[in-house]
């Protein structure tokens, strides 16, 4: 199993940045997904994660700024991540947690 995340990056404070995870050697269909972010000198929080069937949840912060999202047709899972702020910056990783599979995470900073 394999989970590689892409699509961080700098943006202003208030910008925008679309996470993928592309999964590989996992029945996709069959799997709920998770984002999670780790800033420096914090634990890795959950962001969002999106059941097999679709079913959305997120972290309190991220209401009505980020949506998670799947393809199933692409194997791949998004986050779409608005508004974002400066105490955001972090590291974000998608997880698969059914497989305790984890990719190796993409940074994404928003700037003051």
């Known amino acids: 199993v394999q989970l590689v995340e892409t699509g961080g990056g700098l943006v202003q404070a208030g910008g925008s940045l679309r996470l993928s995870c592309a999964a590989s050697?996992?029945?996709?269909?069959?799997?709920?997904f998770g984002w999670y972010r780790q800033a420096p000198g914090n634990g890795r929080e959950l962001v969002a994660r999106?059941?097999?069937?679709?079913?959305?949840n997120y972290a309190d912060s991220v209401k009505d700024r980020f949506t998670i999202s799947r393809d199933n047709t692409k194997n791949t899972v998004y986050l779409q991540m608005n508004s974002l702020r400066p105490e955001e910056t972090a590291v974000y990783y998608c997880?698969?947690?059914?497989?305790?599979?984890w990719g190796q995470g993409t940074q994404g900073t928003a700037s003051s």
């Open positions: 050697g996992i029945i996709f269909i069959r799997n709920a």
């Open positions: 997880a698969a947690p059914l497989t305790s599979v």
């Open positions: 999106i059941s097999s069937g679709g079913t959305t």
